[in-house]
């Protein structure tokens, strides 16, 4: 079945950018959302079809998608951006929601 | 405003079945629009999509956990169900419930609720 991957850890300094990438077969032709989980809570939603964003979701949140990578991009790095970020796509050909294994924001 | 709430028991022994339920207020589970389902994460680790539930009864599950998990809908009650049969100790998680229009992105979760496999 289609396989998503993301880096374990990604560590950035407040008020720098942070990157997290979300790779896959051809990633690209799919939408993409990405999910915000900080500890202890339940995941939130930060970005919707590649680059949407939920009502009340920071701007500093955005989204892109093309080719083989999707990727989060959060500017502006706040402490309290500090979570796992998990990113997910619709297989349809196996019809099952798929998770990459997540990846967690450090801020230093 | 969307709320789902889990609720179900917080132990259970192995080898037998856990269920859980999955109230919505604020929407109704007879949408056109939403499927329904259930995510799960063991203690320090991922996300795991287990199910999902459409009204007119079109289901989907994962197919590692296909065997022994149910999904149902109860449209008098706004609440749809999970039932995962022969638990072990792997079977410990966080369980959430959630929203998911058009089998996108799962817009809406519930807090969860820790379910633990043990004698």
């Known amino acids: 079945s289609y396989v998503l991957t993301q880096p374990p850890s990604v560590s950035v300094a407040p008020g720098q950018t942070a990157t997290i990438t979300c790779g896959g077969d051809n990633i690209g032709v799919r939408s993409v959302h990405w999910y915000q989980q900080r500890p202890g809570q339940a995941p939130v939603l930060v970005v919707y079809d590649d680059s949407d964003r939920p009502s009340g979701i920071s701007e500093r949140f955005s989204g892109s998608n093309s080719g083989n990578t999707a990727t989060l991009t959060i500017s502006r790095v706040e402490a309290g951006d500090e979570a796992d970020y998990y990113c997910q796509v619709w297989d349809g050909s196996s019809e099952h929601v798929i998770f990459a294994g997540g990846t967690r924001l450090t801020v230093l | 405003q969307l709320q789902l709430q889990e609720s179900g028991p917080g132990l259970v022994k192995p080898s037998e079945t856990l269920s859980l339920t999955c109230t919505v207020s604020?929407?109704?589970?007879?949408?056109?629009?939403?499927?329904w389902g259930w995510v799960r994460q063991p203690p320090g680790k991922g996300l795991q999509w287990m199910a999902n539930?459409?009204?007119?009864?079109?289901?989907y599950y994962n197919p590692s956990l296909k065997s022994r998990v149910t999904i149902s809908i109860d449209t008098s009650q706004n609440q749809f169900s999970l039932k995962l049969t022969s638990v072990t100790a792997t079977d410990t998680a966080v369980y959430y419930c959630?929203?998911?229009?058009?089998?996108?992105?799962?817009?809406?979760w519930g807090h969860g609720t820790l379910v633990t496999v043990s004698s």
């Open positions: 604020g929407d109704s589970v007879s949408s056109s629009r939403h499927y």
């Open positions: 539930i459409y009204n007119s009864g079109k289901i």
């Open positions: 959630t929203r998911q229009p058009w089998l996108r992105s799962l817009d809406h």
